[in-house]
């Protein structure tokens, strides 16, 4: 013990004689150099490997000391530490003033990918998301494990209506309410039940029972659905979200909430959806176009369209019902394709002439498998038009809380085509969640791609600890102006849970980084900025 207490010692003297020499020699400026990158100064970078030479050997002492010393020896050893003015990065924030969490948390947010107001809008109430239907929503994400495809489709369509039957009276018919419940009992164990729990206690402090949370979000609700999100917004201090919303001309602020487009009903031809009906008549068209080729020209004046309308972005979400794999087409393929993927219906003997009013007949698998060439040829051509108008294009990756989709399908590597084609490289790609399960395949192809962005939405509020370990390693890897912080939350309270939790794992990452000589506290303030909004900034051009 003596002897490593007066090696720790040599080891201290070491550091303040450089620390002196170099407070001689550059005076007043010496603690703008000490704990920041070594620059040009050969003083400043003579000190920098002299102190990480002594901090090696601390190091070795440290690892010696906790197998092998008491406690009592470990007491002794942590006040010399404190002492010592050296090392460690969680004692001696000098020469580690890592970026803290009271640094981070106050650096503002752009939300690259969220639905703010996609519940409130299906259920056609501003005040829908109750603290009754938050706790549904995770009561039905638990049960889809439960149900088939069939059942919860059906379940969800129960959730968003106004019918009288609530979801565990959809339970009770279907015979599977005590499972149902159970699983989200078993759910509270998880990170994301525990931090949106933690975000209530914070948003609504004195409400110690449902009744009163109940109580609470009824009064928080009744400002509006604009204010209601805007004032959970500033208190998380999100500057501005890309929201998937059609109806962003009814009461939003436009500075704050900008709109994101989905192209998936124009390629699968779904003419029943209400973005598809709405969209054609904001463009004052009557009818869908019911030839191939007039059809095509109406998707190039549809981006026209969406540009005009300032769209920040347009996402693909294919990978909920096929594969995100868009093969090359030729016209004619995806002209037959076109013209079988729809059959007409017959009235009187007379065959029908508009396709709004042709029958879609996608009830088997190979039903399914006959509009594949057209949505292949649509969407390569909708992305290419992207690219050409500056226009990011988002792809839902990885798991997903909706039934029918298949983890096959959303694989990121199931983009590489699409990323790695000549025509296309004008576009810039976003990939979704990280590609979560397939974080790394996502990692790895947005750094070989310079076209291709990481976006880390979902693990906001999924993850804890388990999304610094994400970053730390991401950061490590990829560079960092690739990197776009989001939440996709569906409602307010979820945005304050990705927002906080988001921020502390990144500043835990970026610590670990600091700490471990791989970047300096100056770089890491840099990244938090370039990731929390600076990057976002420049993809979009705000």
């Given at each position: 013990?003596?002897?490593?207490?007066?090696?720790?010692?040599?080891?201290?003297?070491?550091?303040?004689?450089?620390?002196?020499?170099?407070?001689?020699?550059?005076?007043?400026?010496?603690?703008?150099?000490?704990?920041?990158?070594e620059g040009d100064n050969p003083l400043v970078r003579l000190h920098s490997h002299l102190h990480e030479h002594c901090r090696e050997i601390f190091d070795h002492l440290s690892d010696q000391k906790?197998?092998?010393?008491?406690?009592?020896?470990?007491?002794?050893?942590?006040?010399?530490?404190?002492?010592?003015?050296?090392?460690?990065?969680?004692?001696?924030?000098?020469?580690?003033?890592?970026?803290?969490?009271?640094?981070?948390?106050?650096?503002?947010?752009?939300?690259n990918h969220a639905h703010a107001g996609f519940f409130e809008n299906r259920m056609n109430s501003p005040e829908g998301m109750t603290y009754r239907k938050i706790v549904d929503f995770f009561e039905i994400i638990t049960a889809f494990s439960l149900l088939n495809?069939?059942?919860?489709?059906?379940?969800?369509?129960?959730?968003?209506?106004?019918?009288?039957?609530?979801?565990?009276?959809?339970?009770?018919?279907k015979g599977i309410k005590d499972e149902c419940?159970?699983?989200?009992?078993?759910?509270?164990?998880?990170?994301?039940?525990?931090?949106?729990?933690?975000?209530?206690?914070?948003?609504?402090?004195?409400?110690?029972?449902?009744?009163?949370?109940?109580?609470?979000?009824?009064?928080?609700?009744?400002?509006?659905?604009?204010?209601?999100?805007?004032?959970?917004?500033?208190?998380?201090?999100?500057?501005?979200?890309?929201?998937?919303?059609?109806?962003?001309?009814?009461?939003?602020?436009?500075?704050?909430?900008?709109?994101?487009?989905?192209?998936?009903?124009?390629?699968?031809?779904?003419?029943?959806?209400?973005f598809f009906k709405s969209t054609l008549n904001a463009m004052e068209i009557d009818s869908p176009p019911t030839k191939f080729d007039d059809y095509i020209d109406f998707l190039d004046e549809m981006i026209d369209y969406f540009v005009g309308e300032e769209a920040l972005a347009v996402k693909i979400h294919s990978a909920y019902v096929r594969p995100i794999f868009f093969q090359k087409r030729t016209v004619e393929e995806a002209k037959k394709s076109f013209e079988e993927t729809y059959?007409?219906?017959?009235?009187?003997?007379?065959?029908?002439?508009?396709?709004?009013?042709?029958?879609?007949?996608?009830?088997?698998e190979k039903d399914r498998l006959k509009q594949h060439p057209f949505q292949d040829f649509v969407a390569r051509r909708l992305i290419e038009l992207c690219g050409e108008n500056d226009l990011p294009v988002h792809f839902h990756t990885g798991s997903g809380f909706l039934p029918g989709l298949e983890?096959?399908?959303?694989?990121?590597?199931?983009?590489?085509?699409?990323?790695?084609?000549?025509?296309l490289r004008k576009t810039k790609m976003v990939i979704l969640h990280a590609g979560y399960p397939f974080f790394r395949e996502s990692v790895n192809l947005s750094k070989m791609w310079s076209n291709v962005y990481l976006d880390i939405s979902g693990l906001t509020f999924?993850?804890?600890f388990s999304l610094a370990n994400f970053l730390t390693e991401t950061i490590e890897f990829l560079p960092a102006n690739k990197i776009l912080f989001g939440t996709d939350a569906v409602f307010p309270e979820l945005f304050h849970t990705a927002a906080q939790n988001g921020r502390k794992?990144?500043?835990?990452?970026?610590?670990?980084l600091v700490n471990a000589n791989t970047l300096s506290s100056q770089r890491a303030r840099k990244i938090a900025e370039s990731i929390l909004s600076g990057n976002a900034k420049r993809l979009y051009g705000l």
């Open positions: 013990m003596l002897k490593d207490n007066y090696l720790l010692n040599t080891v201290s003297e070491i550091i303040s004689s450089s620390q002196a020499f170099l407070k001689n020699s550059l005076g007043d400026h010496s603690d703008d150099f000490l704990g920041k990158d906790e197998k092998n010393g008491s406690k009592e020896d470990q007491t002794v050893w942590e006040a010399l530490i404190e002492n010592a003015n050296l090392v460690a990065p969680h004692v001696n924030k000098r020469y580690y003033s890592c970026l803290g969490m009271n640094e981070i948390k106050h650096m503002p947010i752009i939300d495809p069939k059942e919860g489709k059906e379940l969800w369509e129960i959730y968003h209506s106004e019918k009288k039957e609530d979801v565990e009276e959809y339970f009770e018919r419940l159970d699983a989200l009992e078993n759910f509270k164990s998880t990170s994301m039940w525990n931090m949106l729990a933690g975000s209530f206690k914070d948003l609504y402090p004195g409400a110690l029972t449902e009744q009163d949370m109940e109580i609470k979000i009824e009064e928080q609700r009744e400002m509006g659905l604009n204010a209601s999100y805007s004032q959970i917004f500033d208190k998380a201090n999100i500057t501005t979200c890309l929201c998937l919303r059609p109806d962003l001309d009814t009461g939003w602020d436009k500075q704050r909430f900008k709109r994101v487009v989905e192209l998936d009903p124009f390629m699968s031809l779904n003419f029943k959806d209400d059959r007409p219906q017959k009235s009187s003997g007379k065959q029908k002439k508009s396709l709004e009013e042709v029958e879609q007949y996608s009830k088997t983890l096959k399908n959303s694989s990121p590597l199931n983009l590489e085509n699409i990323i790695g084609d000549p025509k999924m993850f804890n794992q990144l500043s835990i990452a970026l610590e670990n």
